[in-house]
């Protein structure tokens, strides 16, 4: 079993709010030498948090995240971190409509399905 650290990406519409849904999920695991993402945002959810948000806007952000994680020719200097640092860099508190909860820990053979059962079980819809 190896330790693994996660958090929540979170979708805050309009921040003065406070109102929040779960979009996303990002998994480290130093052992295994993996960073990965999993991301989905419910329209219907978000409709109802803020009829006039933007999900094209959100939606690119949540996707920027990822890019962040695979490290891809896009995700700019952030990208391009060790995998470590790009997590930190991801769960940095921000005031941001695409904002990150706390990071947590835990222990798995398999960071990957890891993060799909944490998708499941924190953000798709039941």
Request: aromatic share 6%; proline share 7%; glycine share 8%.
């Amino acid at each position: 079993m190896n330790t693994y650290e996660y958090a929540v990406l979170r979708v805050v519409p309009r921040v003065d709010r406070g109102e929040q849904m779960n979009a996303g999920v990002l998994v480290y695991c130093r052992q295994r030498d993996y960073l990965g993402s999993r991301v989905h945002l419910d329209l219907d959810r978000l409709r109802a948090l803020d009829p006039a948000a933007d999900p094209v806007a959100i939606a690119w952000a949540l996707q920027a995240a990822a890019d962040v994680c695979t490290a891809d020719p896009g995700a700019g200097a952030a990208g391009r971190e060790v995998l470590g640092s790009r997590f930190r860099w991801l769960t940095a508190p921000r005031s941001t409509v695409v904002q990150p909860g706390p990071v947590h820990t835990g222990l798995t053979a398999d960071p990957d399905a890891e993060a799909d059962r944490l998708l499941a079980l924190l953000v798709l819809p039941l």
